[in-house]
């Protein structure tokens, strides 16, 4: 792999040249003031706490000048040479900044506060904010400022490896990663994505559809007492986004502009050039054992001992050319043949993948009055990915407003507008590994060849060169509010959140496609046309009431809502009089068909929760929801939520006394979530259509294919959560620890009934999932000095899940060569009772059969250099039930993240996060060759190694890729750990003289690198993203802010 780097002498010469600049401002600075110079004085000091207790290591600095010093170990600091009238500025971690006047005094006695603000912070839970100190659940929070400088496209890829017990996948399209799981699985089949919350109201639309950098904060609601505020879907937890509001002031507008590029982080390509002349030949004297060995060689390279007519006599009439000879005994085809000759070849993987373009532009508008406050934002994203026609762009726009029409009315509206385009025609990854490098990719006409060697094997770029697609997504999401104050300080808050969505998804493919031109003819073209419409009332009272040393936050609820879709489908194919209008002329094919699908659901839920604090130390939180969804049958259409939690701020306590430990805080919560991700009809019996011929006309008919179920009833998670929050060293450290386990009952599965019964499955209620983990969390200032600053950020979850129960039926299996009574397995699934859903079952591969082992592969009818598996029972073959073992995990056994971030010379800051999975395998059956190597002669195939007697390894197979003698499969684990330089950022603020000089208020410029480099053992792209290559992303970015 080769990496090359251009240094820019302009670049270098432009960054001295700002330097220079503003060490000049700054000279410029301190000669006025020498000009004006006032008598100097020493000052000494002693800085402790409210206590009296001496601090070490506060930060002394004469305000305005780079001279400073730090107190030592009994609190005491000098400094010479200081101004009389000078202001010292004191600064600690955890503690309140303070500035002082020496006013001539040259001895000082300073008493810094505590600072409150760090644990007054307020945290955005379900309705409502609480202090971060009197939290009682199990809550993470992440600035969005924290992201500021990543190369991001949704929310998801904010979140990545920065929360314990969260989990965010790294997508490796143009548009990103998607799917979020807080604290492992909780159901086999239904979904385990956390809740969305955006700006304190439920969001039901894709995150795709919020921009980054309106973010404010996010807030992850992990333990089921934080979460059961939002009992019918928080199952599996809650993520609550809030975006920015402006403030007092007039407007602040923000300009901000990444530009970048995407490239793969290795190359897992196709063998090419001699490396594919060598498999060719390694593929043939497999498949032709009769032959010998070097009758595949190329005559230019013989084997010693082998002369050219000993070559040439192996074939009983060979061509008079020894190339051509060569050639066909490689299967060469003609087309193949004549480019080898020619010198021509093609770079698959080159013509397949690209270095994608990344730009994105962010305008925002930010201000307010006393009682109005807004912002207002525009952005526009375009990436490409790393495979040709990979390409996603969005246009997203938000108005947030807030205003105070009286002392009782508050209103305000929280709305956003998106347009995606998602209308891209990738190149095959898959087919490329299939292409001879002598193959054509053009016909002589120019049009895209189907077959570049002339074999069955279809062009990685047909689709890419021939398929017409444009799939737009529109959508509008909106919370309009009114605050009421009432009297008694009770406030009722009236929220409805109307939200549409509009689909457009239309393809043509013309006939020098496959689809077009092959499996059909004339052309094929579809369009699809959806439109969904939601909405969400919400009515919330709240009572804040503080009396004595008892504090009382009481909230009601009642939401109702109401979702509805409506969806139609074209399609055509065989158009006359030709094709040029493609999907917009679908009346002008022969052969249309056309369907339909709406959906509707409806829910209420009524809420009530008790937030008691006792003391400001003891700290209790009591909460019921009952929810209602029509999806589920009508004996048990809704369900109930109940939840509790306790919290003990020990720290505070009279006898509690520590130098080292600031704050401590004991956190026990319990509680019951649902989840009610199942179809709109889940519950009904559903008909599905066929076509029949009554003896004279084909006809359409309906029939019953699921039974129906009035019994479904809601799957619930019961969670336990015990945490611990410990603050040390004056707030320089904090530690989070929570262990949780979460048991999941009435799984909602789709079950197969017998067919004899007439019906194919049924919806229905069955089983226990169990979890069990640990989340910890560490934050520490390492250095905080006036100018270098380092903090580190260290995440580390473990998850354990266990089926608890499947069916419920009872009898004697068989496992692992073991006869066994008890809970009869899903082996369909491979769900095992008493096992974790991710457990591997399989055969556990050793190794590979060696030349001196012949004879004892012989006995499983296998040969040297086939795959070698434990048989467990020892009876010479290779059963399911009897040779598959337990042996290992698809999901990782641990996780961590590890971000360092440092400031220096004030205006300078970077920052590396590192991320890692850990513990778990993958299947990589790549490295089996499963397409046999009887077609494997006339195909390119993966690059990866593979056993020969002359290259003896161990840990890849021949190209016999016999595999036959294993029943029910077997796959080609590998291990799947990784630690990986995931962003790695470096920032520069420019100096606030020069940036008000630039009629700005602050600029910022930056760059990064994303997926740097993955330390693995993975053999294809990336552990992570399997059979998809992993970007690597590079971006500058440009911060700019006028007031």
């Known amino acids: 792999m080769e990496y090359s780097t251009t240094f820019s002498w302009k670049s270098f010469l432009i960054l001295c040249v700002l330097l220079t600049l503003t060490a000049h401002g700054k000279g410029h600075e301190h000669h006025f003031k020498d000009l004006v110079s006032f008598p100097a004085i020493d000052v000494k000091g002693i800085v402790t706490d409210q206590q009296g207790q001496p601090l070490i290591g506060v930060n002394v600095l004469v305000k305005g000048t780079t001279k400073g010093t730090s107190t030592d170990f009994d609190g005491n600091f000098t400094l010479s040479d200081v101004e009389e009238n000078a202001t010292l500025v004191f600064s600690y971690i955890g503690y309140q900044t303070l500035e002082v006047e020496l006013e001539g005094r040259s001895s000082l006695l300073v008493e810094m506060s505590s600072d409150a603000q760090m644990l007054d912070e307020l945290i955005v839970v379900g309705?409502?904010?609480?202090?971060?100190?009197?939290?009682?659940?199990?809550?993470?929070?992440?600035?969005?400022?924290?992201?500021?400088?990543?190369?991001?496209?949704?929310?998801?890829?904010?979140?990545?490896?920065?929360?314990?017990?969260?989990?965010?996948?790294?997508?490796?399209?143009?548009?990103g990663g998607s799917s979020l799981e807080v604290r492992g699985p909780n159901s086999l089949n239904a979904s385990s994505t956390p809740m969305i919350v955006l700006d304190g109201v439920i969001y039901n639309g894709s995150l795709k559809d919020i921009n980054?950098?309106?973010?404010?904060?996010?807030?992850?609601?992990?333990?089921?007492?934080?979460?059961?505020?939002?009992?019918?879907?928080?199952?599996?937890?809650?993520?609550?986004?809030?975006?920015?509001?402006?403030?007092?002031?007039?407007?602040?507008?923000?300009?901000?502009?990444?530009?970048?590029?995407?490239?793969?982080?290795?190359?897992?390509?196709?063998?090419?050039?001699?490396?594919?002349?060598?498999?060719?030949?390694?593929?043939?004297?497999?498949?032709?054992?009769?032959?010998?060995?070097?009758?595949?060689?190329?005559?230019?390279?013989?084997?010693?001992?082998?002369?050219?007519?000993?070559?040439?006599?192996?074939?009983?009439?060979?061509?008079?050319?020894?190339?051509?000879?060569?050639?066909?005994?490689?299967?060469?085809?003609?087309?193949?043949?004549?480019?080898?000759?020619?010198?021509?070849?093609?770079?698959?993987?080159?013509?397949?993948?690209?270095t994608g373009f990344r730009q994105n532009y962010d305008l925002s508008v930010s201000g307010g009055t006393e009682s109005l406050k807004y912002y207002w934002s525009l952005g526009y994203q375009n990436n490409e990915g790393v495979i040709k026609g990979d390409e996603f762009g969005t246009i997203r726009s938000r108005l947030n407003l807030d205003y105070t029409i009286s002392e009782w009315l508050n209103v305000g509206l929280n709305t956003q507008y998106s347009h995606r385009d998602e209308s891209s025609v990738l190149a095959s990854v898959g087919a490329m590994y299939n292409m001879s490098p002598y193959g054509d990719i053009f016909e002589e006409n120019g049009d895209v060849k189907w077959f570049p060697n002339t074999f069955i094997v279809a062009n990685p770029l047909i689709d890419y060169y021939g398929q017409e697609k444009l799939r737009n997504i529109n959508s509008i999401f909106s919370n309009i509010y009114a605050n009421v104050g009432l009297p008694f300080d009770i406030n009722y808050k009236l929220s409805f959140q109307p939200r549409f969505e509009f689909l457009k998804d239309y393809n043509f493919w013309s006939d020098k496609t496959f689809q077009g031109g092959r499996s059909r003819s004339g052309g094929y073209a579809t369009r699809r046309d959806g439109s969904d419409y939601s909405w969400i009332l919400d009515n919330i009272l709240s009572w804040q009431k503080e009396v004595g040393i008892h504090n009382f936050d009481v909230t009601l609820l009642y939401s109702s809502e109401k979702n509805q879709g409506w969806s139609s489908y074209l399609e055509n194919q065989s158009f006359v009089p030709n094709q040029n209008l493609g999907f917009g002329g679908l009346a002008f094919g022969t052969n249309p068909s056309l369907n339909s699908s709406d959906y509707e659901t409806t829910g209420d839920a009524a809420m009530a929760r008790l937030n008691y604090t006792l003391l400001n130390r003891y700290l209790f939180t009591v909460s019921v929801r009952r929810d209602g969804y029509s999806a589920f049958g009508n004996k048990y259409p809704r369900a109930t939520f109940p939840a509790a939690a306790f919290a003990?701020?020990?720290?505070?306590?009279?006898?509690?006394?520590?130098?080292?430990?600031?704050?401590?805080?004991?956190?026990?919560?319990?509680?019951?979530?649902?989840?009610?991700?199942?179809?709109?009809?889940?519950?009904?019996?559903?008909?599905?259509?066929?076509?029949?011929?009554?003896?004279?006309?084909?006809?359409?008919?309906?029939?019953?294919?699921?039974?129906?179920?009035?019994?479904?009833?809601?799957?619930?998670?019961?969670?336990?959560?015990?945490?611990?929050?410990?603050?040390?060293?004056?707030?320089?450290?904090?530690?989070?620890?929570?262990?949780?386990?979460?048991?999941?009952?009435?799984?909602?599965?789709?079950?197969?009934?017998?067919e004899l019964s007439g019906y194919r499955s049924v919806t229905a209620n069955l089983g226990e999932l169990q979890n069990i983990g640990l989340d910890l969390s560490f934050n520490s200032v390492n250095i905080d000095h006036e100018n270098f600053r380092w903090n580190s950020n260290v995440v580390f979850s473990l998850n354990r899940n266990k089926i608890v129960e499947l069916f419920g039926d009872q009898g004697t299996y068989t496992l692992e060569g073991k006869e066994i009574q008890g809970e009869v397995p899903d082996y369909s699934n491979e769900w095992f009772p008493g096992h974790a859903i991710d457990h591997i079952w399989d055969y556990n591969i050793t190794g590979i059969w060696q030349e001196n082992e012949k004879d004892a592969a012989a006995e499983y009818r296998l040969n040297p250099g086939d795959i070698k598996a434990v048989d467990v029972n020892n009876d010479g073959k290779f059963e399911e039930l009897e040779d598959k073992q337990f042996i290992g995990y698809t999901r990782p056994r641990f996780r961590?993240?590890?971000?360092?971030?440092?400031?220096?010379?004030?205006?300078?800051?970077?920052?590396?996060?590192?991320?890692?999975?850990?513990?778990?395998?993958?299947?990589?059956?790549?490295?089996?060759?499963?397409?046999?190597?009887?077609?494997?002669?006339?195909?390119?195939?993966?690059?990866?190694?593979?056993?020969?007697?002359?290259?003896?390894?161990?840990?890849?197979?021949?190209?016999?890729?016999?595999?036959?003698?294993?029943?029910?499969?077997?796959?080609?684990?590998?291990?799947?750990?990784?630690?990986?330089?995931?962003?790695?950022?470096?920032?520069?603020?420019?100096?606030?003289?020069?940036?008000?000089?630039?009629m700005t208020r602050s600029i910022r410029v930056y760059g990064s690198i994303r997926n740097l480099y993955s330390f693995n053992q993975w053999p294809g792209w990336d552990p992570e993203s399997l059979n998809s290559p992993m970007p690597r992303i590079f971006s500058i970015g440009l911060d700019v802010t006028l007031n």
């Open 127 to 175: 309705y409502g904010t609480v202090k971060k100190s009197d939290l009682t659940g199990s809550v993470s929070t992440i600035s969005g400022e924290t992201f500021k400088d990543q190369p991001v496209t949704q929310v998801s890829e904010m979140l990545t490896g920065t929360v314990a017990g969260f989990y965010a996948t790294q997508g490796t399209s143009a548009s």
């Open 212 to 354: 980054p950098n309106d973010i404010e904060s996010i807030d992850i609601l992990k333990d089921a007492s934080s979460a059961a505020v939002y009992g019918a879907r928080a199952a599996s937890g809650v993520v609550i986004i809030s975006t920015k509001m402006g403030g007092d002031g007039k407007p602040v507008v923000q300009f901000s502009t990444q530009l970048g590029s995407a490239d793969v982080t290795g190359r897992f390509e196709p063998f090419q050039g001699e490396e594919y002349l060598n498999y060719r030949r390694d593929v043939l004297r497999v498949i032709n054992p009769g032959f010998p060995a070097y009758y595949f060689n190329d005559p230019s390279n013989l084997p010693s001992g082998v002369t050219i007519d000993q070559w040439r006599s192996a074939s009983d009439n060979p061509l008079s050319d020894d190339v051509d000879e060569y050639l066909s005994r490689l299967n060469f085809y003609q087309i193949e043949s004549k480019n080898y000759k020619d010198g021509k070849v093609v770079d698959w993987f080159d013509e397949v993948m690209q």
């Open 648 to 754: 003990w701020k020990m720290s505070d306590e009279s006898f509690f006394e520590s130098d080292l430990i600031n704050s401590l805080k004991l956190r026990l919560s319990w509680g019951v979530n649902g989840n009610r991700e199942i179809g709109a009809y889940s519950a009904l019996a559903r008909l599905s259509s066929t076509l029949y011929y009554d003896g004279s006309n084909v006809r359409v008919g309906v029939f019953n294919n699921t039974l129906a179920n009035k019994n479904l009833r809601w799957e619930k998670t019961q969670s336990f959560n015990i945490g611990l929050d410990v603050g040390m060293v004056n707030g320089r450290i904090n530690t989070n620890l929570d262990l949780y386990k979460m048991n999941t009952t009435d799984l909602l599965l789709n079950r197969l009934v017998p």
């Open 896 to 998: 961590v993240g590890m971000r360092q971030q440092f400031t220096f010379f004030k205006n300078f800051d970077a920052s590396v996060f590192l991320r890692g999975d850990l513990g778990h395998m993958k299947s990589f059956n790549q490295g089996l060759r499963l397409g046999g190597v009887d077609t494997y002669d006339r195909r390119n195939s993966y690059k990866t190694p593979y056993w020969t007697p002359s290259n003896p390894i161990n840990d890849f197979p021949s190209l016999t890729n016999n595999v036959a003698v294993y029943g029910g499969g077997i796959s080609f684990y590998k291990s799947a750990s990784f630690l990986r330089i995931q962003d790695i950022s470096l920032g520069y603020n420019v100096s606030d003289e020069w940036a008000q000089r630039l």
